[in-house]
C-alpha cells in the first residue's frame, strides 16, 4: 500500500449510524484513544456516509485488513484500538458476522443509501 499511512478507519456517519445511533461520538472517542494510547500519525480516521450496513451500525471498517466492525458504541474504541491496532487483533465480539435469521429484514431506505452500481449503467 503506497499510502501515508498504515492503517484506515473509516466510521460510518450516515442517517442511522450517525444521526439515531451517535457515531460521530465513536469517531471523538477513536481521536481521544489516539492520544490516550500514543497511535502515531500512521493511522487516519475517516467520516463515511453510508456502508448498507445500517441495521447493524454504528460500524466501523479497519483497512489494510478490511476487518468491519458493527454495533460499536463508545465503551468499545478504546478496547479496538489497544488489541486491534497496537496488537494486530480484531476485537471479536464487535466483528460483523452478516445477517443471522432473527434479524429483521432491511429498511427499504438502506438500499436507496447506497451508491449507485457503475456496473447497472444506470442510476437507480
Not at 28 to 42: G, H, K, L, Y
Amino acid at each position: 500500500m503506497n499510502l501515508p499511512y498504515k492503517r484506515h478507519l473509516l466510521i460510518c456517519t450516515g442517517p442511522r449510524c450517525g444521526g439515531e445511533r451517535g457515531s460521530a461520538r465513536i469517531r471523538q472517542e477513536f481521536r481521544r484513544e489516539f492520544v490516550r494510547q500514543a497511535i502515531p500519525a500512521t493511522v487516519k480516521d475517516t467520516e463515511c456516509l453510508c456502508f448498507g450496513l445500517c441495521t447493524f451500525g454504528p460500524n466501523v471498517i479497519i483497512y489494510p485488513e478490511a476487518v468491519v466492525y458493527s454495533g460499536v458504541k463508545p465503551q468499545d474504541v478504546a478496547e479496538i484500538v489497544r488489541q486491534h491496532l497496537v496488537k494486530g487483533q480484531p476485537v471479536e465480539r464487535l466483528l460483523y458476522r452478516g445477517p443471522r435469521k432473527e434479524d429483521p429484514p432491511p429498511d427499504d431506505d438502506e438500499e436507496d443509501l447506497l451508491p449507485p452500481d457503475p456496473a447497472a449503467g444506470a442510476v437507480r
